[in-house]
């Protein structure tokens, strides 16, 4: 009885025990089919629970119009950004400019639009840098527990005890001026925020049971990470790179309005707004409008990471 | 209790030093030359002067130490109080800081306040709606308070209360008067953290097992939210204060610039600017020490607030 | 017996509203609880019956309506009544025991201010007597020292303390009513006897009517006067438990009798003990028992197909080859308490046991007898203090993490709970097979033929393959980890509270499998659990843990045919439904 | 915990919450109505005090102490704090006496005598005479030597000693001929203070700590928040230049720093500001909403260079070649500029000197804005348009780098100006020490500076290589040849000794500098102040600064 089940049990993985499967193995091809059929159909529930909530959609659309904008500018803008025209300068609102015009007659609406191309990138820059160090250290953290861990965190709490926008004016000093520079600072402010989440998340992942099985089923550490841990960590990372991406917009504002920004005569919204309080009394919609869209943006990107949040939870 | 006290104290000494560290190093990158811009500064370029004169002006302003020997020049001088001389302003470090940090502290603490209260409240009356529907509209208005940039705000409250309704000045230090725009514009984005982190530990805690328990004795809701809510749901918000440190003080540089308030913010953006190390240096080695200390009060707080956190022995 | 029921319900209708449609989770019941009386309701998770409790103390969430029928607490309908009023009965009229009590108390707030907190809300304000009622009402709920047990907080105590203490709150008010919600269902066996006993008794003292909710069909048939049978939101049954047990009328109760093996297999148990015939007797008989017919899984009608006694539980156990030996093991965990100074956790002292080739040890004791430390020394999870492990001859108790890894092809887990065993990104195929990708042993279609084949062998359909494991029932999520364990092929298996997490009808299907699986591929099992009924229907050997000590080992018959230790007795005696079955 | 609430409520609660948002962003731009309230108010004790904000303190030099002062505002507050022994006069630009009466210049221009008034004291007393000059004076001259690069070392070019005559008779002895001393004597850097200012350090100077002879004393100065003046009792040596003989008709002064525009012209509006005197002139808004408050607005060009971009003639880079420089000179539209950024009736520019400077010749005919022009020399110099937009030559875009410290709308205007001819003039933003430093390497195409006096040779202390020490700005600004020629007239002009020849030798320098492209004019720097309708007596001095003791408060 001994030899039979040493036997049965070697060849389990060949044999196929003729009482239970019916007919040939289905060719793969089905297989992938159904399988991409279920995610197909698992996305598509996730998008309805998203856009059933009006709030959310508009966001969405509003980000959607101002990504638009930055990668394409000349849609949405008819006028040339740059074009002095002293003759119609400081126009209020009207028809044709629906922003008004400058101090020196440029078209405030195609300067907005064109500006939110930098705005944007500088934000996607940031949070890249932001995501990649932040991420690194969180999972490195992570895993490594220990010794290496509390130096890391020593790291990241000198990182936070720096006030982040003098921390960026003195890179932005050191470096030069402009987006990128400018998008280099800002995403330095933004790591601790990243790895803290990011090595949170792996502590609780590292902990949960089917790590374990996977680890007593023999997955080397590295393959536990990229298939297991991250994948499941993503979530709350993804929702913190949405509220940052707006963070990072505000603060390269931010520095824009104090003259670290992009050079002239580029029209970025910090600068916009910096050139425009000048004329806060006598012109106030060259400051508050281009303050507006700002506004706008980040505030639907706030939106929509919460939204995202709660239809994870 | 007293060796944990003691581990953390160690820790926050060290954050300290790595602040002044990190600063002292990028400071020291900065290109340019600090003398070359002293110079500037007094209406002549470097270039006119013969080597002789030159030599003579950097010692005049302490730039002739080796970068390595002026940190630890520097290092030494601050563990005595002595924050060095300022480059551009003719004065001790120590008399333009004692100068303006009361400015900055004032609108810092009242900011503080008013970020604390206005979150707090907010987050308190959201919690305590009965309606759903209303509960839920008012729970994104936080996102609305970060997502405004400071400036912005600065100058949209200039326009509305100092010019539309003349009720506040506008600018200037003088008196609480001038004090409540800018305290205003840098407590928003703090307040609406606040009132986001509490309202969503708010709506957490509501669901927790032990409020069906509160509810089974008989307590009214306003009861259950005082005595049971409150308490779980601001340990979150704890930790929070620590971080809001560090964005009070950036706040500070914006707002300060936008209602010209002479303080350290401001202070540290113009030095920045000048390329003025010790100015610089000394602000930051302050903000940083500012943090460390109300997150060390932050992390002894929170087992008196927290029972299982008192150190409990850990099963290792 | 007073005239008026302190609680009736007419024709009740609750629902719950998820956006547009709305799920009625309790369709027209009716019932009535009077002052002295204990009634339970017995129902499988689902069956409504925490809605309806709820409902009772009005601490039904804000989704939930009333559709229809009638809630009369002492003669007063309450129904639409408003908050303040319902408030005002909420611990005068009617307790309420939480469910959990590891979670049902304010953790940040001292037991003494949580119970006093009551006394102060049923007397309607502060006196001076407070602190000596909170003392005097702990003392009453059997608690020890209650002076100082009101000085500490909920984490400081264990969790049968803490239910002692939920209890004393419910009584704080004097109540006509105390509804339990499951009053000690996350406690363990004996704990949970001595919290029932106690209950019962100060019940019985101050003639309040008591309404127990609960899964476990033996806890009701002990405690209650009259039994209530739940399902799908309707009473399927009711009256006195052992009319119920003799002659159950509804299809459901039988299936929920049928399934509660600790019912059947240990009244047959008891029997045998009192006639003496001894082990024999229990293993002809315990076995068959426990696979009686179920309806529905395809699995079930396979296993009656079976041959009901599984072969390898013949009489005589055969001297088989030993695949495990472990050998005077011991545990100490060095800890520092709050003044500083080191002190050591004795969790396992001196354990020795040894695993046949085909068999299975069940190692069985209560929370903190150190069961799953022994099961993750032997897995190679954590490193013994004292003494070794050998596997089919070799020792590995102090192998490293790489050496080790070639033998996690020979020795497998099944962990507790399903909900999480499994990735919920991965598809049932990715984690069935990701044994076999880690070791790189099998690829395409090779992989997916083992796919299918590990999953046909725990009776899942192959379409549930490309399913994730949040589309799936706890059952089913079982039976994939047991396929994923089964991989690679192991001899050892080690299943560590395998079916706690599970409703009970659920339970008895997965030791069925498990059993199968042993027949068909010989491999060995170490059971970790605290459930005796479990035990009884799969171990051969079974060895008792208390405290990291070993009480007793040996042969199952043996042990629970003439327990050797009075703490195994009283084991046996706790499991519900024993104590009732007797006199029947 | 119970049914929903009732709808009513809710509905209630969104309707406010929906009309409070517009009402906000209406707000947000209404027009300004009512006056913003400043900290000084507007009535009260503070009737007879003049109230002045200016734009910023000058956080790069925090000083008072005159010698070292070039920030224009604080040198209106020591014109009124610390005087001189001689002054100009604001129209002719003539030399004329003040705390000395009379003065002779020895034959070869290196001895200069003068003799003092004997009614003059210092505000702590003490008494002045021939020694306190003689103390001024060598405390100077220690000064220059312990910081050779202050601002006031251009003034004492040249200084050797002092020797005491008499009690009131002082001679200054020079090393070396130096034309413009006697006018150096007039400005505030060589204002004569207390000797026992001088017996304090230079930083505590620049603190505030400085006793002059003038119509106010320095009450307190806070660095980048203000400075207050009082009046000095017992004042009746004012110069020739004022009106009012005696004591000031002010109690005291008050001068505030407001950064902000908005700001600044919201307090003049509101009444809590007497006089706005901001850096940069009023555009034309600010000029209808001051005028609007009952304004009356004063301006004077400030003597000394106009607002000039200065080239890189070096090898290599594209203004070498002079085609490029007098196409750049016509491609600038100098009325455009003036009407865009300031106002309507702004002063054109017209030479390398503003209008103001003593010998001042308007060569505006060479800088009349010629596109057609500008475009025939540019193609005749080798750079065709391209494709883009820019004219190209040898495949490289016709690229000028200029660095600045921040963003200014007319820098925009030029910049835009500029690309209607395919030039890209690219400005770079530089922290002020990278900017020094790179200018000072010769990074650059063109480079703005300027310098404030009332004296034609003030070109020289940054446009002559043998004054400036051979700085990059001196020498990257002239071809070889054009070098030779402009220092034969700053020569001529310095030692001339009347002032037709001065006038000849300067008119021509002008004519050489704006034809060969060494400067490129691009507005004229006027000093604009506001002065509310109850100042009376606002009179500019000769380097646009103003006498306090000549101006009087209507209640």
């Known amino acids: 009885?001994?030899?039979?089940?040493?036997?049965?049990?070697?060849?389990?993985?060949?044999?196929?025990?003729?009482?239970?499967?019916?007919?040939?193995?289905?060719?793969?091809?089905?297989?992938?089919?159904?399988?991409?059929?279920?995610?197909?159909?698992?996305?598509?529930?996730?998008?309805?629970?998203?856009?059933?909530?009006?709030?959310?959609?508009?966001?969405?659309?509003?980000?959607?119009?101002?990504?638009?904008?930055?990668?394409?500018?000349?849609?949405?803008?008819?006028?040339?950004?740059?074009?002095?025209?002293?003759?119609?300068?400081?126009?209020?609102?009207?028809?044709?400019?629906?922003?008004?015009?400058?101090?020196?007659?440029r078209d405030l609406f195609a300067r907005v639009v064109h500006g939110s191309t930098l705005s944007l990138r500088a934000g996607c820059l940031a949070v890249g840098i932001a995501l990649g160090a932040g991420l690194g250290l969180g999972v490195l953290s992570g895993f490594a527990g220990g010794r290496v861990d509390a130096l890391v965190m020593r790291g990241i709490d000198v990182l936070l005890a720096l006030p982040g926008f003098l921390l960026a004016l003195v890179v932005v000093t050191a470096i030069g001026f402009g987006t990128v520079p400018v998008a280099i600072a800002v995403g330095i402010g933004l790591v601790p925020g990243f790895a803290r989440t990011t090595r949170a998340e792996v502590l609780r992942v590292k902990t949960l049971p089917y790590v374990e099985a996977a680890r007593l089923g023999g997955a080397r550490w590295g393959r536990i990470v990229l298939t297991h841990v991250l994948p499941n960590a993503w979530g709350p990372v993804a929702v913190l790179a949405t509220l940052d991406f707006g963070s990072a917009v505000l603060a390269t504002a931010g520095l824009g309005f104090l003259g670290f920004g992009a050079a002239p005569p580029a029209p970025e919204w910090g600068t916009l707004i910096a050139t425009g309080r000048r004329f806060l009394v006598t012109a106030p919609w060259l400051s508050l409008l281009p303050g507006l869209v700002a506004m706008l943006l980040v505030f639907s990107l706030n939106h929509i990471a919460r939204t995202l949040e709660e239809t994870r939870r | 209790m007293t060796r944990y006290v003691g581990g953390r104290i160690a820790q926050a000494l060290l954050v300290l030093w790595g602040a002044y560290t990190v600063t002292y190093a990028i400071l020291y990158l900065l290109p340019g030359d600090p003398l070359a811009l002293m110079l500037t500064a007094s209406g002549v370029e470097i270039d006119t002067l013969s080597p002789a004169q030159v030599a003579q002006a950097r010692a005049y302003y302490g730039l002739d130490q080796g970068a390595l020997r002026q940190y630890f020049a520097l290092l030494w001088n601050i563990l005595h109080g002595d924050l060095g001389q300022s480059l551009s302003r003719n004065a001790p470090v120590r008399q333009l800081l004692e100068e303006r940090l009361p400015q900055t502290l004032q609108l810092a603490g009242l900011a503080v306040v008013l970020s604390i209260v206005g979150g707090t409240g907010f987050a308190w009356f959201t919690a305590t709606l009965r309606s759903p529907r209303v509960r839920n509209l008012l729970r994104r208005a936080p996102a609305i308070g970060f997502s405004i940039p400071v400036f912005?705000?600065?100058?949209?409250?200039?326009?509305?209360?100092?010019?539309?309704?003349?009720?506040?000045?506008?600018?200037?230090?003088?008196?609480?008067?001038?004090?409540?725009?800018?305290?205003?514009?840098?407590?928003?984005?703090?307040?609406?953290?606040?009132?986001?982190?509490?309202?969503?530990?708010?709506?957490?805690?509501?669901?927790?097992?032990?409020?069906?328990?509160?509810?089974?004795?008989?307590?009214?809701?306003?009861?259950?939210?005082?005595?049971?809510?409150?308490?779980?749901?601001?340990?979150?918000?704890?930790?929070?204060?620590?971080?809001?440190?560090?964005?009070?003080?950036?706040?500070?540089?914006?707002?300060?610039?936008?209602?010209?308030?002479?303080?350290?913010?401001?202070?540290?953006?113009?030095?920045?600017?000048?390329?003025?190390?010790?100015?610089?240096?000394?602000?930051?080695?302050?903000?940083?020490?500012?943090?460390?200390?109300?997150?060390?009060?932050?992390?002894?707080?929170?087992?008196?607030?927290?029972?299982?956190?008192?150190?409990?022995?850990?099963?290792? | 017996m007073s005239a008026v029921p302190v609680v009736e319900l007419r024709e009740l209708r609750l629902g719950y509203r998820h956006g547009h449609d709305c799920i009625d989770a309790v369709r027209g019941v009716s019932l009535q609880v009077r002052r002295g009386e204990t009634v339970a309701i017995v129902g499988e998770s689902g069956s409504g019956k925490s809605t309806l409790a709820n409902a009772i103390v009005g601490l039904l969430p804000d989704s939930a309506t009333i559709a229809g029928g009638a809630i009369v607490v002492e003669g007063e309908d309450v129904t639409r009544a408003s908050e303040a009023h319902r408030r005002r009965l909420r611990g005068r009229v009617l307790g309420f025991v939480p469910q959990d009590p590891h979670v049902s108390l304010n953790p940040t707030m001292r037991i003494g201010r949580q119970v006093g907190e009551a006394l102060v809300q049923a007397k309607g304000g502060r006196y001076a007597a407070l602190d000596a009622d909170v003392v005097e009402l702990l003392e009453q709920v059997g608690l020890d020292q209650p002076a100082l047990r009101a000085h500490q907080y909920p984490h400081e105590l264990s969790g049968g303390m803490r239910q002692r203490v939920l209890i004393a709150i419910a009584l704080a008010g004097d109540p006509a009513l105390i509804i339990a919600d499951e009053p000690t269902s996350a406690l363990d066996v004996t704990v949970q006897r001595r919290i029932l006993d106690h209950l019962a008794q100060l019940v019985a003292q101050r003639d309040i009517a008591l309404l127990i909710i609960t899964h476990d069909l033996g806890v009701a048939a002990d405690r209650a006067d009259r039994v209530l049978v739940m399902h799908a939101g309707r009473i399927v049954e009711q009256g006195r438990p052992q009319d119920i047990l003799v002659a159950p009328r509804a299809p459901c109760t039988r299936e929920l009798i049928a399934a509660t093996a600790s019912l059947t297999g240990l009244v047959r148990l008891a029997a045998a003990a009192g006639t003496n015939t001894g082990e024999a007797a229990f293993a002809a008989n315990a076995g068959e028992a426990g696979f009686a017919a179920h309806a529905g899984e395809r699995a079930s009608a396979a296993a009656a197909g079976l041959d009901a006694r599984p072969?390898?539980?013949?009489?005589?156990?055969?001297?088989?080859?030993?695949?495990?030996?472990?050998?005077?093991?011991?545990?100490?965990?060095?800890?520092?308490?709050?003044?500083?100074?080191?002190?050591?956790?004795?969790?396992?002292?001196?354990?020795?046991?040894?695993?046949?080739?085909?068999?299975?040890?069940?190692?069985?004791?209560?929370?903190?007898?150190?069961?799953?430390?022994?099961?993750?020394?032997?897995?190679?999870?954590?490193?013994?203090?004292r003494g070794r492990v050998f596997f089919d001859g070799r020792e590995i108790s102090h192998l490293s993490?790489?050496?080790?890894?070639?033998?996690?092809?020979?020795?497998?887990?099944?962990?507790?709970?399903?909900?999480?065993?499994?990735?919920?990104?991965?598809?049932?195929?990715?984690?069935?097979?990701?044994?076999?990708?880690?070791?790189?042993?099998q690829r395409g279609a090779e992989l997916e033929a083992s796919a299918r084949r590990l999953v046909d062998l725990v009776h899942l359909p192959a379409s549930c393959l490309e399913r994730l494991p949040r589309e799936l029932s706890g059952g089913q999520r079982q039976r994939v980890a047991i396929a994923r364990a089964l991989a690679l092929g192991p001899q050892l298996l080690f299943l560590d509270e395998p079916v706690s997490a599970l409703d009970v009808s659920v339970q008895a299907r997965i030791l069925a499998l498990l059993a199968e699986l042993q027949r068909e591929l010989g491999v060995s099992y170490v059971l970790v659990s605290h459930d005796l009924s479990v035990v009884a229907s799969v171990a051969h050997r079974v060895l008792v843990l208390r405290g990291g000590v070993t009480v007793e080992q040996g042969p199952i018959g043996r042990v629970f045919g003439q327990p050797a230790s009075d703490y195994t007795r009283e084991l046996l005696a706790a499991v519900p439904g024993a104590r009732q079955a007797a006199v029947a | 915990m119970t049914h929903a609430p009732t709808p009513t409520a809710t509905r209630r609660l969104l309707h406010a919450a929906a009309c409070l948002l517009p009402a906000l962003a209406l707000l947000a731009c209404s027009r300004p109505g009512q006056p913003d309230a400043s900290t000084a108010d507007a009535a009260g004790a503070s009737a007879n005090t003049l109230r002045i904000a200016f734009h910023a303190d000058n956080t790069t030099l925090v000083s008072l102490d005159p010698f070292q002062v070039y920030w224009l505002e604080h040198r209106v507050i020591l014109r009124n704090v610390a005087e001189s022994l001689t002054d100009q006069d604001p129209a002719t630009g003539r030399v004329i006496p003040w705390l000395a009466k009379r003065w002779e210049i020895s034959p070869d221009a290196l001895r200069y005598t003068f003799v003092l008034r004997d009614d003059v004291s210092f505000s702590n007393g003490s008494a002045f005479n021939a020694q306190a000059v003689k103390t001024a004076f060598d405390a100077d001259k220690a000064f220059v030597a312990a910081v050779p690069a202050t601002f006031g070392a251009t003034y004492l070019q040249g200084y050797d000693h002092a020797e005491v005559v008499d009690d009131h008779t002082v001679r200054i002895v020079l090393a070396r001929p130096n034309a413009g001393f006697l006018q150096a004597t007039s400005t505030t850097n060589l204002a004569i203070l207390a000797p026992e200012s001088y017996a304090l350090t230079p930083q505590q100077r620049s603190r505030g700590a400085i006793v002059g002879t003038g119509p106010f004393t320095l009450a307190r100065y806070t660095p980048e928040v203000g400075i207050e003046l009082e009046r000095r009792k017992g004042y009746h040596w004012p110069s020739g230049a004022a009106r009012n003989p005696g004591e000031a008709w002010i109690d005291k002064v008050a001068v505030s720093y407001v950064p902000e525009e908005s700001v600044r012209n919201g307090q003049f509006v509101a009444g809590a500001v007497d006089i706005v005197w901001p850096r940069n002139p009023f555009t034309d808004l600010d000029l209808r909403q001051l005028k609007g408050a009952g304004a009356s607005v004063h301006s004077r060009a400030l003597p000394g260079p106009a607002a000039n971009l200065y080239p890189n003639t070096a090898a290599g880079h594209v203004l070498a070649d002079p085609r490029v420089r007098l196409a750049l000179q016509k491609a600038i539209d100098r009325r455009s500029y003036a009407t865009t950024i300031y106002n309507g009736d702004f002063p054109v520019v017209a030479s390398i000197y503003d209008s103001t400077t003593p010998y001042f010749k308007s060569v505006?005919?060479?800088?009349?804005?010629?596109?057609?022009?500008?475009?025939?020399?540019?193609?005749?110099?080798?750079?065709?348009?391209?494709?883009?937009?820019?004219?190209?030559?040898?495949?490289?875009?016709?690229?000028?780098?200029?660095?600045?410290?921040?963003?200014?709308?007319?820098?925009?205007?030029?910049?835009?100006?500029?690309?209607?001819?395919?030039?890209?003039?690219?400005?770079?933003?530089?922290?002020i020490g990278e900017m020094t430093a790179a200018n000072a390497a010769g990074h650059y195409d063109l480079s703005a500076s300027y310098m404030t006096r009332a004296d034609p040779a003030v070109l020289q202390t940054f446009l002559d290589p043998r004054f400036t020490n051979h700085s990059a700005l001196s020498t990257n600004a002239y071809a070889p040849d054009t070098l030779r020629k402009a220092q034969a007239l700053f020569d001529a002009g310095l030692q001339a000794t009347d002032a037709a020849q001065r006038a000849r030798a300067y008119g021509e320098l002008q004519e050489l500098l704006i034809a060969q492209g060494v400067a490129f004019p691009v507005y004229e720097r006027l000093w604009q102040a506001a002065t509310a309708a109850r100042v009376d007596g606002f009179t500019w001095t000769s380097e646009g600064f103003a006498l306090f003791n000549d101006i009087r408060l209507k209640s």
Not at chain 1, 12 to 20: D, E, G, H, Q
Not at chain 3, 410 to 418: A, F, S, T
Request: with cysteine; charged share 20%.
């Open chain 1, 1 to 105: 009885m001994l030899t039979r089940t040493r036997t049965a049990l070697a060849d389990t993985a060949t044999l196929a025990p003729a009482r239970r499967i019916s007919g040939a193995a289905p060719p793969v091809a089905r297989q992938q089919r159904q399988r991409r059929q279920q995610r197909g159909h698992r996305l598509a529930h996730a998008a309805a629970a998203l856009l059933r909530r009006p709030g959310c959609t508009l966001a969405l659309v509003f980000v959607a119009v101002c990504l638009c904008g930055a990668f394409a500018p000349g849609l949405f803008a008819g006028f040339d950004p740059n074009a002095t025209a002293p003759a119609d300068k400081l126009q209020p609102p009207n028809p044709v400019h629906w922003f008004g015009t400058d101090d020196l007659g």
């Open chain 2, 152 to 316: 912005w705000m600065g100058l949209l409250l200039i326009q509305l209360f100092a010019f539309d309704l003349g009720w506040l000045p506008s600018t200037g230090n003088a008196g609480w008067r001038s004090l409540v725009l800018p305290a205003v514009t840098l407590a928003i984005p703090s307040a609406a953290a606040y009132a986001q982190v509490l309202g969503r530990s708010f709506h957490d805690v509501w669901r927790e097992p032990h409020i069906a328990t509160a509810f089974a004795k008989g307590l009214t809701r306003g009861a259950v939210q005082r005595r049971h809510v409150l308490r779980n749901a601001a340990l979150p918000a704890l930790t929070l204060v620590g971080l809001q440190v560090g964005h009070t003080v950036s706040g500070a540089v914006i707002v300060e610039t936008v209602f010209a308030r002479v303080g350290i913010g401001r202070l540290a953006q113009e030095a920045v600017l000048r390329q003025d190390i010790p100015v610089v240096l000394a602000v930051v080695v302050i903000s940083a020490a500012a943090f460390v200390v109300v997150n060390l009060g932050v992390d002894l707080l929170y087992p008196a607030l927290d029972p299982r956190v008192a150190h409990a022995p850990k099963v290792t």
């Open chain 3, 311 to 385: 072969a390898s539980r013949q009489h005589e156990l055969p001297a088989d080859r030993e695949i495990l030996r472990v050998e005077r093991l011991g545990k100490d965990y060095a800890l520092r308490n709050a003044r500083g100074h080191a002190q050591s956790l004795r969790a396992l002292d001196d354990l020795s046991f040894a695993v046949h080739a085909g068999q299975t040890l069940a190692i069985v004791g209560e929370s903190g007898s150190g069961k799953s430390t022994a099961l993750r020394i032997a897995l190679g999870l954590e490193r013994p203090t």
């Open chain 3, 401 to 441: 993490a790489a050496a080790f890894r070639p033998l996690r092809r020979r020795i497998q887990l099944v962990q507790q709970n399903p909900f999480a065993a499994l990735d919920p990104r991965f598809s049932v195929r990715q984690s069935v097979v990701e044994p076999l990708v880690s070791f790189g042993l």
């Open chain 4, 364 to 431: 505006g005919d060479r800088l009349a804005y010629d596109p057609e022009g500008a475009a025939r020399l540019l193609d005749e110099a080798g750079w065709k348009p391209g494709a883009d937009g820019l004219r190209h030559k040898d495949g490289k875009p016709l690229v000028l780098v200029q660095n600045v410290a921040a963003e200014t709308s007319g820098d925009v205007l030029v910049q835009d100006q500029l690309r209607k001819l395919g030039i890209a003039l690219k400005l770079n933003i530089l922290v």
